[in-house]
């Protein structure tokens, strides 16, 4: 639920008094729930259990040679262009004095060999600059693949990162769904081993469905919005996601329950009058979310509504209470937490 909205619930004969409220006149229920409307928040969302994932980036020395000294061990967290290990460099100084010497000694030749010579120097410095091997990203040294004394190519997978600027969480939303779900829409992701709640966002969805146990399912990643304690994550994890569908703030709304149709198709509700009756209002819908409907012309804060049950679950609510049919009830008799509940969020 994102906004809870509070519902008093009172069981009570309607007043005999009125005409509108006597149940042997109207044909109406001998009892109702009344929620009190409120200036709140009316919501929906769908929630999706995921797996955190994060992108595992594979560290290749750009030179060969002999590790000199490793600097980084398994499980640190390292920044990007962070020195991770060393290669014996003493064969790429000579390489780059070599180089910069017979530039700098290429005053009597033609412009074009002396480009190719700038181009060696520039060369050689890179190749001497590539011994200190860095780190690509940001994240967690998943694997050290070297030590001391080592000798590594071009090709040698020497360290693996778990980037953590790609942590996100992959799921999966039922087709049912797929209608209410686009890239961009706010989610919450709870990871409960870790007591950690965290904003996130729909940031794909993919073009084509899979099937999980017969049914099928979109696949969907979100992403964490906010910098937080990222390292703490662990690629693998259950998350429970939660994607806002639905969010209005400072409307108007009530139960669906509450909405009953009238004459040509209008829709009514009945409000409670100051006397202890009721009136028929007739009311502008707007949108809605699984249980509430969004209330734009008819209501302000404040009026109280009333939920008619149906006949049967008029005499479930009152059998479940002990209350005999033709025995009147005051407001609040009942105690609270048990029976019927409406509402929504």
């Known amino acids: 639920m994102i906004v809870a909205i509070v519902m008093v619930v009172g069981i009570i004969f309607f007043p005999r008094q009125s005409s509108l409220t006597n149940p042997e006149s109207s044909g109406l229920p001998p009892v109702y729930l009344e929620y009190e409307v409120k200036s709140d928040g009316v919501g929906d969302s769908i929630e999706v259990v995921g797996n955190i994932t994060a992108e595992i980036e594979s560290v290749i020395p750009k030179v060969s040679g002999e590790i000199f000294e490793v600097y980084v061990e398994k499980g640190d967290v390292v920044e990007e262009g962070q020195i991770l290990a060393k290669i014996d460099d003493l064969d790429y100084q000579i390489a780059y004095l070599n180089a910069l010497n017979d530039y700098e000694s290429s005053t009597n030749v033609g412009e074009r060999l002396k480009e190719v010579k700038r181009l060696q120097l520039e060369k050689a410095k890179k190749n001497l600059e590539a011994t200190e091997i860095k780190a690509p990203v940001s994240g967690i040294v998943n694997a050290v693949n070297i030590s001391k004394n080592d000798i590594v190519g071009t090709t040698s997978v020497v360290l693996t990162i778990v980037d953590r600027n790609t942590i996100k969480v992959e799921t ?10 686009y890239e961009g829409m706010d989610a919450t992701i709870r990871i409960d081993p870790l007591n950690l709640e965290e904003p996130g966002k729909v940031t794909w969805i993919s073009p084509t469905t899979q099937t999980d146990m017969g049914v099928v399912v979109i696949p969907i990643e979100i992403e964490f919005t906010q910098d937080n304690l990222q390292n703490n994550l662990i690629s ?87 209350i005999p049919f033709g025995v009147p009830v005051a407001p609040g008799a009942v105690p609270q937490g048990s029976g019927s509940r409406r509402g929504g969020f």
Do not use: C, W
Not at 172 to 181: C, G, K, L, N, T
């Open 172 to 181: 999966a939303v039922d087709e049912i769904d797929f209608p209410f779900i």
């Open 236 to 322: 693998g994890m259950t998350a429970d996601v939660e994607i806002v569908t639905l969010k209005l703030e400072n409307t108007v709304a009530v139960p669906k329950d509450a909405i009953h149709e009238g004459v040509n198709g209008a829709k009514i509700v009945y409000k409670k009058t100051a006397e202890g009756g009721m009136e028929p209002v007739q009311v502008q819908t707007g949108k809605e979310s699984d249980n509430m409907v969004e209330i734009t012309e008819g209501l302000k804060p404040g009026d109280k509504v009333l939920i008619l049950p149906s006949k049967e679950e008029t005499q479930r609510i009152m059998q479940n209470y002990g």
